[in-house]
Each structure stands twice: as structure tokens, then as C-alpha cells.
């Protein structure tokens, strides 16, 4: 009884070890990230109606599938809320439990639920008894570069869980192989099925543990030694619940099936092992019948093509710029990046990569940590999105290096030699990521006054009414404003963004007849795919982009002849008819993007050749002296005759505009025509202390005319809101 006592009393305080270092370590993550909410405290235009706005555009896709569930709306008319999203309804379930604001939720989501990585780092720790390196791993992994920018306050996207979910898996496939206990077999399947929920992109990874299980189980059966039989059958067991749990099934039934199972398995554990191969089998049968085959290729495709993608509508084939040309998050990156946002600096880094063979050398059950190494390491070709999957494994590694080389550092096992060193050693490695916290000042996405807009526009359209702009800004303008929209994060290929782009980037009297096409034909596709829905139906309707379907409509062969035909108002047969208010949403942030925007639809449909970039120049940091304006790079401004002159060649201008607000806010132009026959436009933004150098083509497009000068066309556009960040015209056609 006593020997029975003291263990007791070691098992309750090895547990209070544990629950006060997870303590510590989640404070301590959660701390880290309201530095962010120090430094901006009294920064008003990153708050909204009293409340700090998220920074992160997707954050607003999820917002709004909460909102909207808030709001008991049941009629989803194409709107595209994401209404049956995991994190929606997470969210809108706290919003309902908790007695603070929506705003708040969102924006303060992020640092709380990411900081729960530090219970499985610390519980892997516990597994292989070294408690003290899954605390040092905690404390690291949830402060590390990448998991702080993907998981900072106003961070609110799937990121928040994404680590969490994964490195859970991770903690109950370590334990199930170690110690064989049918509880972690439920734990692995549960947690494959909360992942998947939470993030349907799951599958590489979720596919990638089940082959290291696998590999593992064959090399036992291979083996064949009667001790290990037991082991066999409990390997074939936890592969066929996480077979069963990575069903293409909606989450709830597949919840449903790895419960009864487990359940089975508690109470006739005979019978299941007997027709043990028979579940295993029925298990890939029910896999690869409900599609779990499917994503395998296709899972990261996006982030490997990157050229320009070939669409073909019957006859047509057209060929589209690809989106991820353009976005950082997708392209390759240097190795110190890489390195950075791992670990903190490159040192780290290195130190961490030998720390973790040495723990897998001494604990080989750390090496299931490789399917997240793996997908981290993807980011050197594929995007430095991935780094944030290798974090969790290689700071055990750092970790482990840290406690060991300690040890070895002190052969008279001084307590406070150890512990002295071990925290000289963390600060260390913690400082580099601080450091960084401290300085990523990251905005939101938009400021107040940007917002005020699309709130007022929120009163002035309708649900049903588009409001047009980048897909940049699509999920924001559709949770202020409460709007549809042709384009945002998830809903950007380059057929999509063609006509968006052709609409900001040619003049007015094209744009504004794309608009009403693109919207019009975007809501009589929502309508066919509806009809494609129904089994009954012999036969189904094809489209594949609007684009593609517009030339064939109108009797043209050739996309290129049908856009000129819309410039010289040649269209076979008359517009769409108008079924809603279609809005153009123009802000200034636009105009740093200008160039990539053109780039979508500055392309030859038909061959897929990219044509000449027109000329875009923007200067800041301009000096003015008595004779010049110099705009840097070498280009300047006679100021008497009003020339360019770029290195020793002068540039005659065909029109210098100056802009300007007068205390009404009202803007005000002075326009002057130099050269007709000149390419090249001057257009000083004085209130912005900016001057622009466009082409002609440039000068003369919708955005330019509309936002920067607001020349528009009064029998195609009305001006709804004009203020200096943000401007919106409705259109008449």
C-alpha cells in the first residue's frame, strides 16, 4: 500500500508539473501577441466602431459566414457565405456564449486558440520523459516568425487551429505507438476528423502519417517474431480507424462510424480482431469508394502551375493569366527567409535540424514527426505558407539540443548550473522572434475611413446588388458592405480576374458594358450549375467562363473580335437585362497595384501572349528645385517646359493634371494638353504628395478616370461616395 501511496503522490505531482508549465507556456504565447495591441492602443483608424479590425483579408470570409449565422439568414442566394464553414459556426457559437462583441471575438480568436499548440508540444515532451524540452519546444514554437504572423491578434483565418489539429495528431500517433493502448487509436481517428472538418486541405498530411504507420506496420509483419503479433494487429487496427476516419464523408457520419467502432472494439475486441484484415480491407474499399483517392494529385497543384492556364469552352480555348504568378505567398523563397521564419534566425535553424536527429536517434517513434518537416520544407519551392508546419518538430529539436548539451556541459548534475544554463540558452533562441514581434507592425486590412465607406454604401445597395473591385478586397467589401462580389481570396483564377481587370484597366464606355455582362452572366451561371444539380435532367449545360461563353453568344469565334466589338459598340445583339445595381468600388490602395491588375487582362486570349506592359510610374520621394523636379531614377521635370527627361533624353507629355482637395473635401483638377501626339501623362496627386507617370492607355482607363481625376461618363456612371481613400460609382447602363 505504501509503494502504491507514493506513486500516487509522484503521479499527482508529475501531473501539476504538467498542468502548470502548460499554464505558463500558454500565458506566456497569448502575452507575446498583445504586444501588437500595446503598440496600436490608441491608433484610431485601425479600429472600427471602437473595435480593433482584423489584418488579414480572409479573416473576412469567415467573419461573414458567422455573421450571417448570427443573423438566422436561411436563403444563401448566391452570395457565397460560408455559412456551413468550421470556423464560421466556431465563431458564431462563441459569439453566442460569450458577453462580448462580435469584433472582439474575431480579433482576439487568433492568440487565444493558436497558443494551444503548447499543450501537445509539451505533452510529446511528457512521452518521451523529458517534460523540460516539450516547455523550452512550447515556448518557442508559439512565438516563432511564421506561427506569429499567421496566428497574431487580428489574425482570424484557419491558421489559428492548423498547427494545433496536426501536432495533436501527432501526440496521439506517438503515444499509440509507444504504448499500444486502444484509447489513442480513438484519439488519432477523432482528431483526423476534427482536422478535416476544421481544414478540408488536410489530406497530404493526414495521408502522409498513415504511410509512415504503414511502413512501419510491414516491417513488422515482415519481420514475424510472435512478441510482435500483438503489436501487428494493434498497428492494423489504429490504420483501419484512420482509414475509416479519412472517409470522403461529411464529418458527422464519419464521427459517427470511428465512434461505433472503438466502441465495438471495447466490447468484443474478439470478434473484431478475427475479421481484423476483413476491416482493414473494408476500410480502403469505403476510402477510395467515397473519393479519398481524389485530392492525392490535386491537393497542391495551384501552388506547382503557375503559368498561364489553357481553359477550352467547346470550340473556344482561351488562355488566362495565372493568379499565382503574382502572390508572394506561393513563390519560391531564399533559405535565410526560409530559415527565419522556422526558428528565428539561421543559426536556430541549423541547431534545430541537428537536435532533432539526435532526438530521433535516441526516441524513434519523433521520427512521425517527418510528414511535418516535410510539408514545412515545401515552402523552398512552394510558398513560405508552409513554413509554419516544420515548427512544432524542429523546436523539440532545438529543445532537446538545448537540455542536452546542458547535461553534458554539467557532469555534477548542479541543479542550478542546469537550470542557469537552460535558461541562458532559451532566452537565446526566444530573442530572435521577439524581436521580430516587436517589429512586425502589420496595419488591418483597411483603415476607419475606408471602412466608413463601405458602411455607408451598406445602406444605399441591396444583398442582391455587386459591388465590382480587386479580389483583393472582395471579402471586406462583402462583410462592411454586406454585398456580392465577382471576385475575393477563394474566387480569383485568371478567367475570373480577366474581365475585372479589363473593367478597371480600358475606358469607360468598354468597362462599363463588361460590367454589366460579367455580373449577369456570373448570376445566370449560379443558376445553371443549380439546374446541373438535379440527377433527373437529361442533359447538362457546359460553362466553363464567362469570358469564353460571351464570345460564343454573341456569334464570335474570335474573343479578340468580340472585345473590339464592345469598344465600337458592333455587338451581334443587345446587353443582358439589368436584374440588379451593379457598384464600383475604387480605392487609392489600388493604385500601388495598378501594374499587376493590368497584367490579367494585357494578354491575347486566343495564343496566350502576354503583351507589352504599358509605362507606370510612381514617385514619393521627389525633390524640387528652381529649374527641376527630380522624381528619381534618374527621371526629372523641366518646370519650364514641361518635358521629361529621363538620363540625357527628353520626353514630350501629352497631358500634366494636378489634383487637389479644397476644404470641402471636393476634389479639384487643373488639367493642361501639352502634346496630343505624346504617349506620356504627368499627374500630380498633391493632396498625396505623389506624382504619377502613366501612358496613355493608362491615363485614359476607368480606374484613372474615375478615382484619380473623376472624369466619368455621366451616361454610364453616377458618383455614390467620393472621398479621398475610397470612391464609388453606380453604374447606369
Known amino acids: 500500500m505504501k509503494i502504491s501511496k507514493i506513486d500516487l503522490q509522484k503521479e499527482s505531482s508529475s501531473t501539476k508539473k504538467l498542468i502548470l508549465l502548460i499554464f505558463i507556456a500558454y500565458t506566456f504565447s497569448v502575452a507575446i501577441r498583445l504586444i501588437w495591441v500595446y503598440q496600436f492602443s490608441d491608433f484610431e483608424q485601425f479600429k472600427f466602431n471602437d473595435q480593433f479590425m482584423i489584418n488579414t483579408n480572409d479573416g473576412y470570409y469567415w467573419a461573414e459566414g458567422a455573421r450571417d449565422i448570427l443573423a438566422n439568414i436561411t436563403e444563401n442566394t448566391n452570395d457565397l457565405s460560408p455559412m456551413k464553414s468550421a470556423a464560421s459556426t466556431l465563431t458564431a457559437f462563441i459569439a453566442r456564449i460569450l458577453p462580448v ?23 510529446i515532451g511528457r512521452s518521451i520523459g523529458k517534460l523540460e ?63 478535416r472538418w476544421w481544414y478540408p486541405q488536410s489530406y497530404s498530411l493526414e495521408f502522409a502519417f498513415f504511410g509512415l504507420i504503414l511502413a512501419y506496420t510491414i516491417y513488422l509483419a515482415i519481420k514475424e517474431k510472435s512478441f510482435q503479433i500483438q503489436h501487428l494487429k494493434f498497428n492494423i487496427t489504429l490504420l483501419s480507424f484512420m482509414m475509416f476516419a479519412m472517409m470522403g464523408l461529411d464529418s458527422s457520419i464519419r464521427f459517427i462510424v470511428v465512434t461505433v467502432l472503438f466502441i465495438a472494439l471495447k466490447i468484443k475486441r474478439e470478434l473484431v480482431e478475427k475479421y481484423l484484415y476483413h476491416l482493414f480491407s473494408l476500410s480502403i474499399v469505403l476510402f477510395i469508394a467515397t473519393g479519398g483517392i481524389d485530392p492525392i494529385m490535386g491537393q497542391l497543384k495551384g501552388y506547382v502551375f503557375k503559368d498561364a492556364i489553357k481553359v477550352t469552352q467547346d470550340a473556344l480555348s482561351l488562355h488566362f493569366f495565372s493568379v499565382m504568378q503574382t502572390i508572394r505567398e506561393a513563390g519560391q523563397i531564399p533559405f535565410e527567409t526560409f530559415a527565419n521564419r522556422i526558428s528565428g534566425d539561421t543559426i536556430t535553424f541549423i541547431f534545430s535540424i541537428i537536435g532533432y536527429i539526435w532526438l530521433v536517434l535516441k526516441h524513434r517513434t519523433l521520427l512521425l514527426g517527418l510528414p511535418m518537416i516535410g510539408l514545412g520544407f515545401l515552402a523552398l519551392s512552394g510558398g513560405l505558407r508552409f513554413t509554419i508546419y516544420a515548427i512544432p518538430v524542429l523546436a523539440l529539436g532545438i529543445a532537446f539540443l538545448i537540455v542536452t548539451l546542458t547535461k553534458l556541459l554539467n557532469p555534477k548534475s548542479s541543479k542550478t548550473i542546469h537550470y542557469t544554463l537552460v535558461t541562458i540558452l532559451t532566452i537565446l533562441v526566444l530573442l530572435p522572434n521577439i524581436k521580430h514581434i516587436i517589429n512586425y507592425k502589420v496595419p488591418t486590412v483597411f483603415t476607419k475611413d475606408e471602412v466608413i465607406v463601405l458602411d455607408k454604401l451598406k445602406k444605399i445597395a441591396s444583398r442582391e446588388d ?29 478567367s475570373v480576374n480577366f474581365p475585372i481587370s479589363f473593367i478597371l484597366t480600358h475606358p469607360q ?8 455582362l460579367d455580373v449577369e452572366y456570373t448570376e445566370e451561371t449560379f443558376d445553371i450549375n443549380k439546374l446541373n444539380l438535379d440527377k433527373n435532367r437529361s442533359n447538362q449545360i457546359k460553362r466553363i467562363n464567362n469570358i469564353a461563353q460571351m464570345t460564343l453568344d454573341y456569334g464570335y469565334k474570335d474573343t479578340n473580335n468580340f472585345l473590339t466589338a464592345l469598344k465600337t459598340d458592333q455587338l451581334h445583339k443587345p446587353l443582358p437585362k439589368k436584374t440588379r445595381d451593379i457598384y464600383l468600388y475604387l480605392p487609392n490602395r489600388m493604385l500601388g497595384i495598378y501594374p499587376t491588375v493590368n497584367l490579367f487582362s494585357n494578354i491575347d486570349l486566343m495564343t496566350g501572349l502576354k503583351g507589352k506592359q504599358p509605362f507606370f510610374y510612381k514617385s514619393v520621394n521627389y525633390r524640387e528645385n528652381k529649374n527641376f523636379i527630380d522624381l528619381g531614377h534618374g527621371i526629372k521635370i523641366d518646370k519650364k517646359t514641361a518635358n521629361l527627361i529621363v538620363g540625357n533624353n527628353k520626353i514630350a507629355i501629352n497631358h500634366f493634371a494636378k489634383t487637389f482637395y479644397n ?9 493642361k494638353t501639352i502634346n496630343p501626339s505624346a504617349s506620356l501623362n504627368i499627374i500630380f496627386m498633391s493632396d498625396y504628395n505623389q506624382f504619377l507617370i502613366v501612358e496613355n492607355s493608362i491615363y ?14 455621366k451616361n454610364l456612371f453616377k458618383p455614390i461616395i467620393l472621398t479621398p481613400l475610397a470612391k464609388v460609382y453606380k453604374l447606369i447602363l
Not at 471579402?475 to 483564377?493: E, F, M, N, Q, W
Open 101 to 123: 462583441s462580435f469584433e472582439t471575438i474575431i480579433f482576439y480568436m487568433p492568440a487565444f486558440f493558436s497558443s494551444l499548440l503548447v499543450i501537445p508540444i509539451i505533452l
Open 509 to 516: 464606355k468598354q468597362a462599363a458594358k463588361m460590367l454589366r
Open 700 to 713: 485614359n482607363s476607368t480606374y484613372f478616370q474615375l478615382f484619380v481625376l473623376e472624369n466619368y461618363n
Open 663 to 671: 476644404k470641402n473635401k471636393k476634389l479639384q483638377k487643373q488639367i
Open 133 to 195: 524540452v516539450g516547455f523550452i519546444a512550447a515556448l518557442l514554437a508559439s512565438i516563432t516568425w511564421s506561427y506569429y504572423n499567421r496566428t497574431m491578434v487580428g489574425y482570424y483565418d484557419t491558421d489559428l487551429l492548423n498547427i494545433v489539429l496536426p501536432t495533436f495528431f501527432l501526440w496521439s500517433l506517438i503515444w499509440a505507438i509507444k504504448i499500444k493502448e486502444d484509447k489513442y487509436i480513438l484519439f488519432t481517428a477523432l482528431d483526423i476528423v476534427a482536422y
Open 466 to 494: 455587386y459591388v465590382v473591385s480587386w479580389w483583393d478586397y472582395g471579402y471586406p467589401i462583402r462583410y462592411y458592405a454586406d454585398v456580392k462580389t465577382l471576385s475575393d481570396g477563394g474566387k480569383h483564377s485568371g
